[in-house]
């Protein structure tokens, strides 16, 4: 069995910046890709940002030039830096992984959500 487990979201004011981690943890052979989507009220989940183990990344539009994803291979952990948030950022943050454990079984894993609230 492996898992994720998210931390760092919060309160912040718009234009503010908080990190979120999400480090996965069981017995672990390898990591391909992990990522970051969200989901707002009312709206689908979507991909905020992806990192694959030989550090490609990917970004949605909307957070080009603020996000910055990555990652630390030795502590099987993601990182997401979010600068300049604004209100739209608003949503619950989940971490997501591609994993194979030490018997060859492929998980597609996801984290619990993490509450990220950018609000004066």
């Known amino acids: 069995q492996v898992q994720l487990v998210e931390s760092g979201g919060g309160l912040v004011q718009p234009g503010g910046s908080l990190r979120l981690s999400c480090a996965a943890s069981g017995r672990i052979f390898g990591i391909y890709a992990m990522g970051w989507y969200r989901q707002a009220p009312g709206k689908q989940r979507e991909l905020v940002a992806t990192?694959?183990?030989?550090?490609?990344?990917n970004y949605a539009d909307s957070v080009k030039g603020r996000f910055t994803i990555s990652r630390d291979g030795a502590k099987n952990t993601v990182y997401l830096q979010m600068n300049s948030l604004k209100p739209g950022d608003t949503a619950v943050y989940y971490c997501n992984a591609d994993i194979t454990d030490v018997t060859g079984t492929q998980y597609h894993v996801w984290g619990q959500g993490t509450q990220v609230t950018v609000s004066s």
């Open positions: 990192i694959t183990s030989l550090g490609s990344t």
